[in-house]
């Protein structure tokens, strides 16, 4: 057994065992049909990406899921991979192409261009996966996928083929969100809502049949007035509706267009007055549908204006939005332009205005909607948070068709092929299979490419080898459905609900309705845990734009992986967003740290003896030499172990942090290490004491690692819990029960009288480290303070441990009397401490302090007799639940009491 270092060095520590692992094959997937199942599938990052700070995150709880499931023993599978990112990449190439040669991809054609993206993909791609080993990320690397390999390709498009036969897919011409600058229509999905700041437009068009007479409309959009066909109202509006059928007078090309009556009109915006602009608004091309209005399209792709703008022609959209408010002022048509705020819809990638389109697409009527919300309304598909549960089911009441094709080259392309020459809208000169027709010469294929979401929407199937339905892979067989996804709520719509749909309607024959054990069967994943986002302190959202975005790696070698990991989880509330604080991540460091060198005290206090399990530890226990102390943390032990347990199996990640926290560095390292101290030199003691050391420390390794597994992996060995050729993920904790068992067959049992007694002791010694603090006296080791017990078992406590009190609050003396008499003090589960000082004291900053003490009692007073009063509590929670309520309660009345006569008596209040 090799001496533990004086400092920990995390850099080294983890290259070495990163590298150990993967050679082991410690991550290796294997199909072990005698063992549970267990797998997670990684959100497939875009192939291009660089690690960022969500990344650590998410895939922080991942590697905790998968690593506490390895030490459970189960079959783990964690499957890495990237998705090809069709127009972040495609963006990326054209950009780079327009730079370095200044051509675009139509100079190059479609199959030289696509395979200049495959090689700047292979080029630069993939960077983010070998970014997450130095996480610590447990992936099955032998197993990672891309979206764009052959195998996934052909899944990809075998499940358009399939829903297209099955009835599920159909092009049409539609109003689809366009973006202008990826030159491609988007699902509803890929847009983002904005307040953006703009004016509204108060304008004039005069009624063609009585000059002088005008129409007030209003608009945020001047510049499709060349596009307008038609002037509309509410058939039922009062001031218009002996307008209808006539005409009115577009200002710009100048042309008769109708007046029509509808009744999607909003009579109480602007002046009742609605300018029908078909070809770039939904509304309106709904109005233009009833009415048989003309469709104008006024602007290219790319957002300029066209030929029918007239004068505005060749000018960009928001340029021609000026001009066009010009030119109304000019023809003494604009009212007014007022400042106005609303909501926009921005391309998620480009992050521009997108524009409603017309435009032939292919798009999916999803199927298994009723059985997508059943999977979830019952539980076969659990949501952590809750709280989602309800935006998933109002989205998918809501559902609208999904505009699958994008107007691109890079992705997975249409397979659909149109018979040269003959009409494309007719089905009967269509061919649709994965290989194509067997006279290729008489076809032309699709142009489009599918939405990237319509490739890993086959996650959880076509990485474990589905590839049509009724497959069969040992690989599915075993580990689908998955046990867990773990993504930002973000992409509930975009990822997370759309695989669960194509589990249903793909895996499996096809079925009209699906029973709820066929939903089980066929769902892709049994629990979604979604993360929050991580902002800055500010809470914004972390951008390179920002510059408030640190830099993972950085951070890693900074702080170390483990310290990094520990930090992030404890600042994580379940599903909440976090605002990160580095600061918290120099605490898990310091965590880390701390873990070093209490393993360090241990292996240079004592040789070691037989660690090579729970029961041979505690076979070194002699009962006769423990004490309470060590009563007390074999107890909070056992504790510690079921609360990790319940955190774990709860996704309630911080809870996991925050209680490795609490146990390790206030009940061991502050206390029981500091109280051990004096006894290791006692040899009737020792032996017994460097065990109990042996068994927390062993039992804290494998409960901390999942969340820091190179720190607990290095003190593992270092401290000879297990051989050279062992690993830690290879032992389970177990639960509190099986530790306990291995005590008491060693004759051991924790009093709980003793348990209750370090417990005060603790309140006492905090109280008094508290008191000395609040006056300055924080390092002195000459103070004196005086206890008021509570009770007569406080005051024989007290008495029996002096020692020990003044050892480790500091005290050169400790005085007991029977009350206060109205001096103030620090209330602790022993009684009331004093500190006798030479000075006075300030008065008024202690009624300040015990004011402020007393508001924080009257809140707890009121929120334990609320719970205590809610009879649904009472009738439900179990005994130990109830009876804990009941305590806290009395123990925080008789504090506030206590408290109120305090500052009573320093003239701040009534005593209650």
Known sequence: MAEIPKTYDPTEVELRWYDRWVSAGCFAGKVQPGKEPYAVMIPPPNVTGVLHMGHLLNNTLQDILVRRARQEGKSVLWLPGTDHAGIATQSRVERELRQAEGKTRHDLGREAFVARAAEWRDRHGGMILRQLRKLGASCDWDRAVHTLDAGYSRAVLQAFVTLHDRGHIHRG??????????????????????????????????????????????????????????????????????????????????????????????????????KVTPAHDRTDFEIGQRHGLPIRDVLHPDGRLNDLAGDLAGIDRFKARDL?????????????????????????????????????????????????????????????????????????????????????WWGHRIPVWYRKGADRADPANRHVSVDGPADPDNWEQDADVLDTWASSWLWCLATLGWRKPGDRTPELDHWYPTAALATGPDIIFLWVARMIIAGLELHGPERKTLTDDEIRARVPFRRVVFNGIIRDAQGRKMSKSLGNSPEPLDLIARFGADGLRFGLLSIAPKGQDILFAEDRVQQGRNFCNKLWNAA?????????????????????????????????????????????????????????????????????????????????????????????????????????????????????????????????????PG????????????????????????????????????????????????????????????????????????????????????????????????????????????????????????????????????????????????????????????????????????????????AP
């Open 173 to 274: 011409r539609r109003m689809v969100n366009w973006c202008p600058v990826s030159l491609t229509g988007l699902s509803d999905e890929e847009v983002v809502m904005k307040p953006s700041k703009g004016f509204l437009y108060r304008m004039r068009y005069e009624v063609a049949d009585t000059p002088g007479a005008f129409l007030e409309i209003s608009t945020t959009r001047p510049e499709t007035i060349p596009g307008d066909t038609a002037v509309a109202v509410h058939p039922e509006d009062e001031r218009y509706r002996h307008l209808i059928g006539r005409h009115v007078w577009r200002p710009f090309p100048r042309e008769r267009i109708p007046i029509v009556g509808d009744a999607a009109v909003d009579r109480a915006f602007g002046s009742g007055v609605l």
């Open 324 to 408: 066009a408010a010009r030119k109304l002022d000019e023809l003494g048509l604009l009212i007014k332009a007022e400042p106005y705020e609303n909501n926009v819809g921005y391309s998620e990638r480009a992050d521009v205005p997108i524009e409603p389109r017309l435009s032939e697409q292919w798009f999916i009527r999803y199927p298994k909607v009723e059985e997508a919300k059943r999977a979830v309304e019952t539980g076969i598909i659990r949501f952590s948070p809750e709280r989602w549960t309800k935006t998933y089911l109002h989205w998918l009441n809501h559902i609208q068709d999904w505009c699958i094709s994008r107007q691109l």
């Open 600 to 732: 360090r005290f241990r292996q240079m206090s004592g040789p070691a003896g037989d660690n090579a399990s729970v029961a041979a530890i505690a076979a070194r226990l002699s009962p006769a030499a423990l004490d309470a102390d060590d009563q007390a943390i074999l107890a909070r032990l056992a504790e510690t172990t079921d609360a990790v347990a319940k955190a774990l199996a709860d996704h309630e990640f911080t809870d996991y942090t925050q209680a490795l926290y609490a146990f390790f560095w206030g009940d061991f390292c502050d206390w029981y290490v500091e109280v051990s101290k004096a006894r290791l030199a006692d040899p009737a003691a020792k032996a017994s004491c460097l065990a109990v050391q042996d068994l927390v420390l062993r039992q804290f390794l494998l409960l901390l690692h999942p969340l820091a597994p190179f720190v607990t992996e290095e003190l593992w060995h270092l401290l000879g819990y297990g051989p050279e050729s062992d690993f830690i993920q290879g032992h389970h």
């Open 735 to 910: 639960t509190g029960a099986d530790l306990l068992a291995a005590l008491a067959q060693a004759g051991v049992r924790p009093d709980p009288d003793a348990v209750a007694d370090i417990a005060r002791l603790r309140s006492l010694v905090g109280g008094i480290r508290a008191v000395k603090s609040a006056n300055g006296q924080a390092g002195r080791r000459d103070s004196v303070a005086t206890l008021v017990p509570r009770d007569a078992a406080s005051r024989a406590l007290a008495e029996s441990s002096r020692d020990k009190l003044l050892r480790l609050a500091g005290l050169a003396e400790l005085r007991l009397a029977a009350d206060t008499q109205g001096r103030p003090g620090e209330i602790t589960e022993a009684g009331t401490v004093l500190l006798e000082q030479s000075g006075q004291v300030d008065v008024a900053a202690e009624r300040v302090r015990l004011a402020r003490e007393l508001e924080k009692l009257e809140k707890a007073v009121a929120a334990g007799e609320s719970k205590l009063g809610n009879a649904t509590f009472v009738s439900k929670a179990p005994p130990a639940i109830l009876d804990g309520a009941k305590a806290q309660l009395a123990e925080a009345r008789a504090r506030r009491d206590e408290v109120a006569r305090m500052l009573a008596a320093l003239g701040g209040g009534a």
